[in-house]
């Protein structure tokens, strides 16, 4: 990799941070004059699940037509409709919003502290929910810079993680679609939660925010990846060559110690299974779609995917709380929707 390549995620970052403040004040803009226009939904809670239903195919789409071309230029290709996925996103929020009747309370402070609690990064004291009443801090200039760091970080994340499956030819796009489907859907589902409690607009300082305790000192979620990667290697007893240089790739790029390093690489020659703990990842969608694009990427090392790693596959996105339709549209490389009348949501 280059200087160049190595600058990238860097780049990436820089320029979703510079927008995600740009995008904001645009959607509320948007919003409000269509709300000047009376082309605003009115209140209606029980409408909420298709609002979600319609952002997540929208952005999934929206993905799946990007233009990924192989090496790490592909992330700055793809940039436009990442972008694209999180003014929808920001729109979902404020129709959810407009659904439960906040109208009259959607600022910016509150765009920023849903969106920031949805992607699980902090929100700087601007939000929290306290007592069944969502506060909204009125943040300075300064904070609302720093939520949007936050966010635009978190973005970027995202959007290169398990970054060397989406740059296996066939793969990439229908990789930007499920994370852009699930993540909005997620964002969806977190919007409704807070959003369906009162706003309480609170002066500019700081508030509480339970939403997000502080990190335990517990394995790493990298390190865990490793492990269900190497089950996933063992778990058919034929042990590629290509599935050990993908695993290989991944730990040159990684930042364990070497002792860690050789611990990993004795676990390759071992049959015993890892024991994996995947309820980890449940809250870190980025990390939980890396860990399955991951797993779908080496089982397609070695020519086509065996039926043992499909079914080990399928086991952990279960466990990981994807639909079934999401997990096979990775397997099989199909970018077409799934029809959201089977009960997605």
């Not at 959007?159 to 489907?181: D, E, F, N, T, Y």
């Not at 990190?215 to 990298?222: D, I, M, V």
């Not at 339709?325 to 009348?341: F, Q, Y």
């Amino acid at each position: 990799m280059t200087n160049a390549d190595a600058n990238i995620p860097w780049k990436v970052q820089a320029m979703l941070t510079e927008t995600v403040q740009k995008l904001f004040w645009m959607v509320l803009a948007e919003r409000h004059r269509q709300d000047s226009e009376h082309n605003l939904l009115v209140p209606r809670p029980d409408i909420v699940p298709q609002i979600i239903a319609a952002y997540s195919i929208k952005n999934a789409v929206v993905a799946a037509s990007s233009s990924l071309v192989p090496g790490p230029l592909g992330m700055l290709t793809a940039l436009p409709e990442v972008i694209l996925v999180l003014r929808n996103q920001l729109r979902l929020i404020y129709d959810i919003g407009v659904a439960h009747g906040q109208s009259h309370d959607l600022k910016e402070e509150v765009l920023a502290g849903v969106l920031a609690s949805s992607l699980g990064v902090g929100t700087m004291g601007v939000l929290a929910d306290q007592g069944g009443r969502l506060l909204i801090r009125k943040a300075s200039t300064h904070i609302f810079t720093q939520v949007s760091s936050l966010i635009g970080r978190k973005v970027a994340q995202q959007a290169l993680s398990s970054q060397i499956s989406k740059w296996l030819p066939g793969l990439g796009a229908v990789a930007m679609a499920a994370w852009s489907r699930y993540t909005t859907m997620q964002v969806g589902k977190k919007a409704n939660s807070l959003l369906s409690c009162p706003i309480v607009i609170t002066a500019d300082t700081p508030v509480a925010d339970p939403l997000h305790p502080k990190a335990t000192t517990l394995p790493s979620l990298e390190r865990i990846k490793i492990d269900a990667l190497i089950n996933l290697v063992t778990i058919d007893r034929d042990r590629a060559p290509s599935e050990l240089a993908f695993i290989d790739t991944i730990l040159m790029h990684s930042e364990f110690d070497p002792a860690m390093l050789a611990d990993i690489h004795q676990s390759l020659i071992s049959d015993e299974p890892r024991l994996v703990d995947y309820t980890r990842f449940i809250d870190d969608p980025d990390a939980s779609l890396g860990l399955l694009i991951d797993l779908v990427a080496l089982a397609q090392r070695h020519g086509g995917i065996h039926i043992t790693e499909a079914m080990y596959i399928k086991q952990v996105g279960r466990i990981l709380g994807y639909e079934s339709d999401d997990i096979l549209m990775l397997l099989e490389g199909n970018v077409a929707m799934p029809d959201m009348r089977k009960g997605d949501l």
